[in-house]
């Protein structure tokens, strides 16, 4: 009988960014319904509200959970994407020495030379694959997420 390892984190956007997007989404829509208001134009009050909801919600409620088990690592951008590495196409996991915050962005990134990130800010994991590209994943708790996949192996 084989002992199954497996891991789950996740890491959500600082609550100073959220409050940040939160204020921001605020300043918007009282600019969008003090400028529809007086003039009566209710309808293009309730789409710009519809549409800002749409850009501001998936940021405000961003974060990452990587799921790691013997068949490799998945991680979920919520809401946005996903992606699975499994293990035979991974070569090298490690904790990412530079956490760096939000300098690199948030959410799917293009990091350049062939790495890609799910990113909130704080610390990561660099995952390095077969084919050459590699992922960065933020995740409250790196050395956790590297010991169960070097347990699973």
Known sequence: MSVEF???TTARLSANWRKA???GFAATLVIVWVSALPSGYW???GIGTLLMSAGFGPLIFLSV???VNQAGIRATLFPIFRVS???DRITDVQILEASGGLQEGMGLRSMGDRTWGLVVGGPAIHVQ???GKSWVLS???PARIVATFEKST
Request: glycine share 10%; no cysteine.
């Open 85 to 87: 590495l499994p293990r």
């Open 21 to 23: 997007l939160l204020i």
């Open 6 to 8: 497996t891991a789950v």
């Open 43 to 45: 309808f293009g009050g």
């Open 139 to 141: 995740t409250p708790d």
């Open 129 to 131: 694959t077969v084919s």
């Open 65 to 67: 959970t990587i799921h």
